[in-house]
């Protein structure tokens, strides 16, 4: 099933939400107002705006049916105005269509995603990957945690790399994704995370961190002195390029074996 998640630009209110939710308010607002024509040219702005004139010589594809290239270009010629059009309805709307047609594009395709190996919880070598972005005080990656383990326990060639994307609003998801990146360097990350979490615990606070560190029989004084390292805050910036890269816009975000998922039960029963 879906799973929703915290969007990076409510940073302004603060407010969580739903993927789905937000997907379906934005594209919402031209599919109920009929214009199932605006989505249409969505796809058509992509494509007009990689294409290229003919060259000399080139047998131009033809339309419906045989008919003159004169014929042919006018409709094309006519096809364009349409989408000029949509264009400025998407605008009047609110809209912004070339976010939405590099959305479109993102969504279908495959990323290399690198990979932290003390970050990856279950086998490393695991032919499948499920690249998870996250923030540690997001509410909705809280609910994830378990689920991380239901999918571990359930196939033996996944593996569950995380990645940090801590959100701006989420006052404890700096310290915290510190704290991750810290326990990873003793080798001690999926212990820390389980400890840290249990039970759904949104503790995020310093006494808490350093008491599931020590629960995970973490070096604390080491611990301590990479939490402020300029290689903690160093990881974290390199992992939120990648999210920007990738096309990352809340917590959390999925990629199975590279591929954005949002049903990664649906996606995971498909792989061979």
């Not at 940090?164 to 006052?171: C, Q, V």
């Amino acid at each position: 099933m879906p799973f929703p998640h915290s969007r990076q630009d409510d940073s302004t209110t603060g407010v969580d939400s739903d993927p789905v939710a937000n997907h379906e308010m934005t594209v919402g607002k031209a599919w109920k107002s009929g214009s199932f024509r605006i989505m249409i040219a969505l796809a058509l702005l992509s494509v007009l705006a990689t294409a290229h004139p003919l060259k000399p010589g080139t047998q131009p594809v033809q339309c419906l049916k045989p008919t003159t290239p004169q014929e042919c270009a006018a409709r094309l010629d006519s096809l364009a105005r349409e989408v000029a059009f949509m264009a400025k309805v998407l605008e009047g709307k609110g809209i912004d269509f070339e976010k939405e047609r590099k959305r479109l594009a993102l969504a279908d395709s495959a990323f290399d995603i690198p990979h932290d190996p003390a970050l990856i919880l279950g086998p490393v070598a695991a032919k499948n990957t499920l690249a998870v972005f996250t923030d540690p005080q997001c509410p909705y990656c809280l609910r994830l945690v378990p689920q991380l383990d239901v999918w571990l326990a359930g196939r033996s060639d996944l593996r569950i790399a995380i990645h940090l994307f801590p959100l701006s609003f989420h006052e404890r998801a700096m310290p915290a994704s510190k704290a991750y990146w810290a326990a990873a360097r003793q080798g001690k990350f999926g212990q820390f995370f389980r400890t840290l979490h249990a039970n759904g615990s949104k503790d995020l606070s310093d006494a808490a961190i350093d008491q599931a560190a020590t629960t995970s029989g973490i070096d604390l004084a080491r611990f301590h002195k990479d939490l402020v390292s300029d290689a903690a805050q160093a990881a974290i910036q390199t992992d939120m390029a990648l999210a920007q890269r990738v096309g990352v816009e809340g917590t959390p975000t999925m990629y199975l074996n590279g591929r954005v998922t949002r049903d990664p039960d649906g996606d995971m029963a498909k792989l061979k």
